[in-house]
């Protein structure tokens, strides 16, 4: 057992103190640019962010939709590796406290051994890991790297997950339970997925971790009725649209990205 709360566990029992769902933003690490990334993230993090979500950008990334592979292979491109990625992150840690989690892709952490990844994680600033395509009753080594090295594990619960594994998915998990509110793939949508009250109440049947929910979450309003039952809110496609429609005013891409969070993270408050 920790001595400390992580930055995860503190975050999620200030805004719960403060009446409100916390905010976490996605991005993805080296989009479109490494420093625009740095700078983009630095505006994030100022305007009402309280969890930054850093995409690793990966060749083949199933989970997400257009928007989302788009930003990853513009990174690529750029030059983004996975070194640099912990050099974004370490970065970050120069002005802000933060929790940062990563999303990423299980070749991405076995490639290099995985206590090394986690280690080397924990060492830039990383406090937790969701590694998509990892079901936790695989997730044996990273879980033991992750509780060697002091780093949060995030799994998912879907739609279409049955109830007997959502045991098995909050033993797993120390951060938080990140539920995916549609089948399918990342995007933004014209409106939220009407199953997530009875979601969330189906999971919490089963664990008191903070309860994330994302996929599908693109405006003020949606943050707001999200926000009304979950512990966090999630919204990733919005922002990297926000990036992709300012790849030829890049100087500028930081303001207009940190306008837009600060719009959509007003909606978590709860009355």
């Not at 120390?174 to 009875?198: C, H, K, L, M, W």
């Amino acid at each position: 057992m920790r001595l400390l709360m992580s930055r995860l566990a503190n975050t999620f029992a200030l805004t719960r103190s403060q009446n409100r769902a916390a905010f976490v933003a996605y991005v993805c690490a080296g989009d479109p640019d490494f420093e625009t990334s740095v700078a983009a993230c630095q505006a994030l993090l100022k305007s009402g962010v309280d969890v930054l979500e850093l995409g690793v950008p990966f060749s083949d990334p199933l989970a997400d939709g257009l928007t989302n592979q788009l930003a990853a292979q513009r990174a690529l491109e750029a030059g983004m590796t996975g070194a640099r990625v912990f050099e974004l992150v370490r970065r970050l840690r120069e002005t802000s406290d933060a929790p940062i989690i990563f999303y990423t892709y299980y070749n991405l952490v076995f490639a290099n051994g995985v206590d090394h990844y986690v280690q080397a994680a924990k060492a830039a600033g990383v406090d937790g890991i969701l590694t998509l395509d990892l079901p936790p009753e695989e997730a044996g080594e990273v879980r033991r790297a992750c509780t060697q090295h002091g780093v949060d594990t995030v799994f998912i619960v879907a739609p279409t997950t049955p109830e007997d594994r959502i045991p098995v998915i909050a033993q797993a998990t120390t951060g938080f339970i990140y539920y995916v509110s549609r089948e399918g793939v990342t995007g933004v949508r014209d409106q939220v997925a009407g199953n997530i009250p009875d979601a969330i109440a189906r999971i919490r049947r089963h664990t008191n971790l903070p309860i994330a929910v994302g996929f599908g979450i693109g405006t003020r309003a949606q943050v707001a009725q999200v926000a009304a039952q979950a512990d966090g809110v999630v919204v990733g496609s919005a922002l990297v649209n926000c990036i992709r429609d300012h790849l030829k005013d890049r100087g500028n891409l930081p303001a207009a990205l940190a306008a837009k969070a600060a719009d959509l993270s007003a909606g978590v408050g709860r009355t």
